[in-house]
């Protein structure tokens, strides 16, 4: 091979190797969104046991640093059929970009219209049958990075009890949830650095509020709240009245109001309970004994 050969031979490389190393993108951005999928969808259905779950489709938005998650669900499995437990139309997540101007890689999520169906049954389980640990590492492990930013918009969750006869279903709708700081990434000297904000339609048309401040970088984390729920019409509990205080509402208003401080963990605050203008029907003798199982009921529901 002459000089003018060898020159042409490098020459023709140097264009080579580039357009090789473009092609090679191209092709990476064209399945990248297939592989992902395939991943998270092996993830939600072969490694949370006693749970199954998958995605309809992943978009790949690698300028802003970021994938779109549509059509997730999960749902609780037993021998005979699966109940849903989650499904997330649609989340967002992507790189906090302000953040990175501040030396910390962390992500931000948004999550529209998603809902999540709770049994009281599964939360009733035994530490050996649950498996919470094993869905929630799998949630994270979907997330690559550690969130700062988390919002929900316009979200619904319900608490079901299927053995009860009618079944419960006590339900929050229109929820929307705002979380910030959530890595300490602003203000690091702040006790309670991650503002929370929260508010929800509930069954009854009572509205939900809550407001406050956590630190979650701590084994138990800190927190400030303060929650209200106002204006619930109690005729819609009569589920839950009835199975658990054999009572029925005929109308009244019933409002929930709570304060709770947790520092170092140790904990303080209240818990009221209060019923306006209520009025209501024994099913059986004995109706002050029973309204007293009720209450007694409710609370260790709550708590």
């Not at 701590?218 to 205080?245: Q, T």
């Not at 209520?278 to 199982?293: C, N, R, S, V």
């Amino acid at each position: 091979m002459n000089a003018s050969d060898s020159r042409k031979f490098y020459q023709k490389k140097k264009f080579f190797i580039p357009l090789l190393l473009i092609a090679g993108l191209v092709l990476l951005r064209i399945f990248l969104p297939t592989i992902v999928k395939n991943y998270v969808n092996k993830v939600l259905a072969n490694d949370i046991p006693g749970y199954y779950g998958q995605v309809a489709d992943i978009d790949i938005a690698l300028i802003r640093g970021a994938y779109v998650i549509k059509g997730l669900y999960l749902n609780k499995v037993d021998a005979r059929s699966q109940v849903p437990f989650l499904n997330f139309p649609q989340i967002d997540i992507s790189v906090e970009w302000k953040s990175l101007f501040k030396g910390e890689i962390v992500s931000e999520i948004y999550m529209n219209d998603p809902e999540v169906i709770y049994v009281m049954e599964d939360m009733t389980a035994s530490p050996e049958e649950s498996t919470e640990e094993d869905w929630t590492q799998a949630i994270k492990d979907i997330v690559p990075l550690q969130i700062n930013h988390f919002e929900i918009i316009n979200g619904k969750m319900a608490f079901v009890q299927v053995n009860a006869d009618p079944t419960i279903d006590l339900q929050l709708n229109n929820l929307n949830v705002t979380a910030d700081n959530l890595r300490n990434v602003e203000a690091e000297k702040h006790t309670l650095p991650s503002p929370v904000f929260a508010e929800a339609t509930s069954i009854g048309n009572g509205k939900l509020t809550l407001k406050g401040a956590v630190n979650l970088l701590k084994e138990i984390p800190d927190m400030d709240l303060s929650v209200g729920l106002e204006s619930v019409e109690v005729a819609a509990l009569n589920d839950f009245a009835d199975h658990y205080g054999k009572v029925d509402f005929e109308e009244g208003d019933l409002g929930l109001f709570t304060e709770l401080a947790i520092a170092d963990g140790f904990l303080k605050g209240y818990f009221k309970v209060l019923l306006k203008d209520a009025k209501f029907i024994g099913k059986e003798d004995k109706i002050l004994e029973k309204i007293w199982e009720g209450f007694v009921s409710f609370f260790e529901f709550v708590l």
